[in-house]
């Protein structure tokens, strides 16, 4: 009975000694033990790596304490949850985030430093968590961050791939992928939930059955796997909250097939169960195209279903009225990726809780918002019916049936415009028959999200015209943010200390838009100082990095300028690299006394390619081979300089950001949906050398167009220049030189020509200028660019002015927090509210 509870409870509570205590003693009694008995070596002999494992497990516990508490708290509570549904999170390392913002940094460090180590080197042991691509995977990680700091009662989820993003080496200037083999060294950030598992089936038929004298359809499955629970907790900063990031691993079934292993063929049964842990095995490389594959709709389904079963038994347990769902559930879409949850939730509504059609769809339809991360139609994704009928008989037919609905509705309001139907559609018919996972997310969601606001634009105006002009007031812009936490307090603590101490407080931290008082002081001389010297001793370690990875010694006086994100052909790398050929160009052509007036620059490219992308594999090399000739070239010494940093990553992030001068965002306007990366440079007093592109536009709202080197065509002009065929290359030869400046009719021909070797090798990468059209614009833009570039280089020489504008960049970043993304959404989409554990 209940005084029997209570007295176990009492119990319970006598034998703890309270929470974990974290002064530097407490915390080294902690560390010790955790060497003696998690990782199993002595007190007297650990090194680096050991020490990171026994502190890392120090903080998990304290992690555990919060988690638990804020659960407890939840379920007390019973708030509307918000479930984030993500195939991927890049959340990098771990470490200095979680000391941070359980607000024990400086304790852990007197710890270690009073056991022989020191904080910067454990946290350094680190590998990164990769379990996504580019940006959109580190938005979701940004976004949990501040889910937990805001109090929301939130939950991840995603899958827990056993080999995260590809490792890129680079052998003779060519990118080779390596496998991302993460859990080999264990992962102390994790819990293994070995009794959260459920079932997942898949393939099989779909059959009809009598049920109370009506015909109902029922999914025999053919295949069963099992999902388990793996749970990562997110802390916030400034609050006890620990909120839960549930990855799925795939596990055989425990139920095994009698029959198999009757047979006598002992040895293929278990490799055939073996085979079923393949599915969260390998994060798909690819970071905007997915083409139809088996395996990767089996991820996504495994996904969904064990995300789903999982969110239901926990609303189950607290209700019984599926009425209620909507006030209790929120299901957010990051991308198409997860959107097969919306033929799951009908599923599981109408053929397992037995709720009639009509009502399980109006159910369903205020449940879900989504997020749409692309710019062009042609990325959106695309299912074969044929590979999802196999693999998932029943909701193909659930899909058809919301399909049909949706037309019959679409007539009644538009008439019989067939093309508009038929372009609506949530069936593609087509050479390849197939589901539209973007139709089916906005015909589902309350909400649709853009990541910008020209995003927004672009889908209202073009991608999604048609639906939004049948529902406008689905259609939402929150534009994209980074989290402060990672993106300063952890990367740049000598900015973080600045910022403080001119602000005289760490408010900022939590509320980023106090940032905007560091205006106060732009012309303070001192301000100004201090300010150069925290660039400086940045620079200085990205300047040994740079030595370690790729043996060439940079001046701290040239100018860093970086380009670092996924190798694409629409971030126009290659305009880079053909306007740091022109630069050599116009060295080698200058006499002593010019070359005396030159800006000196280090040039830092990084990213990876798609393996499959072949173009972007090029640019890659080529990057190379010119490194290889201008950084050997003794004339030109340390006036230009170009390093490749090999396997850019979270953690590399984390160091060149703060160490940039200018970095640069070139997409052609109109294809960057919003970019993240410009805001990470801005918050880190980087200025910006960008198109009007995405999210840029936002920045340049919010700092003025005057503190950062805008170029090229805008967004409404992109269409006739392409159409027009002004930049059209084909008549190369004789172009005029005011619509294809000379300068890059002369770089493209050094190329062609194999003035840095490779040949044929590049031909097909200057094809891709020439022939195609020039596409991406890169000659249209090249004279822009020099000349933003030009300004660049001007304004360095004059260091007050370029200090102010660095001033201004993260005065200015406070709006581009994931806090007031997440916020945005909170109150205007998921209609949830902050729920305080207390202290
Ligand atoms: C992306 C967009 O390309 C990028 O502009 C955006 O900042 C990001 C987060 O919203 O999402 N979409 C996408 O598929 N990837 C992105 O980075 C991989």
């Not at 038994?313 to 198409?336: C, G, I, M, S």
């Not at 009007?692 to 536009?697: A, I």
């Amino acid at each position: 009975g209940l005084g029997e509870h209570r007295a176990k409870a009492e119990r319970m509570f006598s034998l703890m000694d309270g929470f974990l205590k974290n002064d530097p003693i407490s915390l080294q009694k902690d560390i010790l033990h955790h060497v003696e008995y998690t990782v199993a070596r002595s007190r007297f002999s650990f090194d680096d790596f050991e020490a990171y494992q026994a502190l890392s497990h120090t903080i998990r516990d304290r992690l555990i304490e919060r988690w638990h508490d804020t659960h407890i708290f939840f379920k007390r509570t019973k708030p509307k949850r918000l479930y984030f549904l993500s195939l991927e999170f890049l959340m990098g390392r771990s470490l200095s985030n979680s000391v941070i913002n359980l607000g024990i940094q400086d304790q852990c460090a007197e710890a270690l430093n009073q056991l022989g180590f020191e904080f910067e080197v454990v946290a350094e042991q680190e590998g990164d968590a990769a379990l996504g691509n580019g940006g959109l995977a580190r938005f979701s990680a940004c976004q949990m961050d501040s889910l937990a700091t805001l109090d929301y009662p939130a939950w991840g989820y995603g899958l827990r791939y056993e080999y995260g993003l590809f490792r890129q080496i680079i052998v003779d200037g060519f990118q080779h992928e390596q496998p991302d083999y993460w859990l080999n060294f264990g992962n102390p950030w994790e819990i293994a939930r070995i009794h959260v598992t459920y079932e997942v089936k898949f393939y099989g038929t779909v059959e009809e059955v009598e049920m109370n004298g009506d015909k109902q359809k029922i999914w025999i499955p053919g295949e069963t796997v099992e999902a388990v629970a793996y749970d990562n907790p997110i802390p916030g900063y400034g609050t006890r909250n620990t909120i839960n990031l549930r990855l799925w691993a795939a596990k055989p079934s425990s139920k095994f097939d009698l029959e198999a292993y009757n047979t006598g063929d002992y040895i293929n049964s278990v490799v055939n169960r073996q085979r079923a842990e393949t599915i969260s095995n390998v994060l798909y490389p690819d970071d905007r195209s997915h083409q139809g594959k088996e395996l990767r709709l089996k991820q996504q389904y495994f996904f969904v279903s064990a995300s789903l079963q999982d969110i239901m038994r926990r609303f189950k347990e607290e209700h019984t009225n599926f009425d209620e769902l909507p006030e209790k559930v929120a299901l957010h879409l990051n991308d198409t990726h997860p959107s097969l949850s919306i033929a799951e939730v009908m599923r599981m509504l109408v053929d397992e809780e037995h709720l009639n059609w009509n009502k399980a769809w109006d159910i369903v339809c205020k449940i879900f918002s989504f997020t749409t991360h692309t710019m062009v139609a042609e990325g959106l994704e695309k299912i074969p019916v044929d590979l999802l009928g196999s693999l998932l008989p029943r909701h193909l037919e659930i899909l058809y049936e919301i399909n049909h609905h949706f037309m019959e509705e679409l007539k009644e309001r538009i008439g019989l415009d067939y093309s508009r139907l038929s372009q609506m559609s949530i069936v593609e018919e087509g050479a390849v028959k197939s589901i539209r996972m973007a139709n089916l997310s906005i015909v589902c969601s309350h909400t649709v999200n853009g990541v910008s606001k020209l995003h927004l634009e672009t889908l209202k105006t073009k991608t999604f015209k048609d639906f939004y002009g049948l529902w406008p007031e689905k259609f939402q812009c929150k534009t994209n943010g980074v989290t402060q936490r990672r993106w300063i307090v952890v990367s740049n603590p000598s900015l973080r200390d600045l910022i403080s101490k001119w602000l005289g407080t760490e408010a900022w931290i939590r509320d980023p838009d106090i940032l905007s008082g560091l205006r106060d002081h732009v012309d303070n001389a001192d301000f100004h100082l201090e300010w150069k010297m925290v660039k400086r001793i940045n620079k200085m370690r990205l300047a040994e990095y740079i030595e370690a990875m790729s043996g060439v010694k940079v001046s701290l006086d040239a100018m860093f300028d970086v380009q670092v994100k996924r190798i694409h052909e629409y971030k126009r790398q290659l305009l880079n690299i053909f306007g740091i050929i022109h630069r050599y160009n116009c060295l080698k052509n200058m006499d002593k006394d010019s070359r005396r007036k030159v800006v000196p620059r280090v040039c830092i490219i990084g990213g990876k390619a798609a393996p499959g992308y072949e173009m972007a594999k090029k640019i890659i090399k080529l990057c190379h081979a010119v490194a290889e000739k201008i950084n050997n070239d003794t004339d030109i010494g340390d006036l230009l300089k170009l390093v490749f940093i090999p396997d850019y990553n979270v953690s590399v992030a984390e160091l060149v950001m703060p160490g940039a001068d200018l970095s640069q965002h070139l997409s052609t306007a109109g294809n960057e949906a919003s970019g993240t990366g410009n805001m990470k440079f801005l918050m880190n007093g980087c200025l910006l050398l960008a198109t009007e592109d995405g999210s840029t536009v936002e920045i340049i709202e919010e700092i003025g167009a005057d503190n950062l080197f805008l170029f090229g065509a805008k967004v409404d002009e992109v269409a006739d220049l392409r159409e027009n065929g002004v930049s059209n290359l084909a008549p190369l030869q004789n172009a005029s030189p005011l619509k294809v400046p000379l300068q890059f009719v002369r770089i493209l021909r050094m190329v062609r020509d194999g003035y840095f070797g490779h040949k044929d090798y590049f031909k097909t990468l200057c094809d891709s200028v020439e022939a195609a059209n020039d596409y991406y614009l890169l000659g249209t833009d090249f004279m822009s660019y020099l000349e933003a570039q030009a300004a660049a280089d001007k304004t360095f020489v004059n260091q007050e002015k370029w200090t102010r504008m660095s001033i201004l960049s993260v005065a200015g970043s406070g709006r581009f927090s994931s806090d007031r993304t997440i916020q945005d959404y909170a109150e205007s989409t998921w209609k949830i509210n902050p729920c305080r554990c207390p202290l």
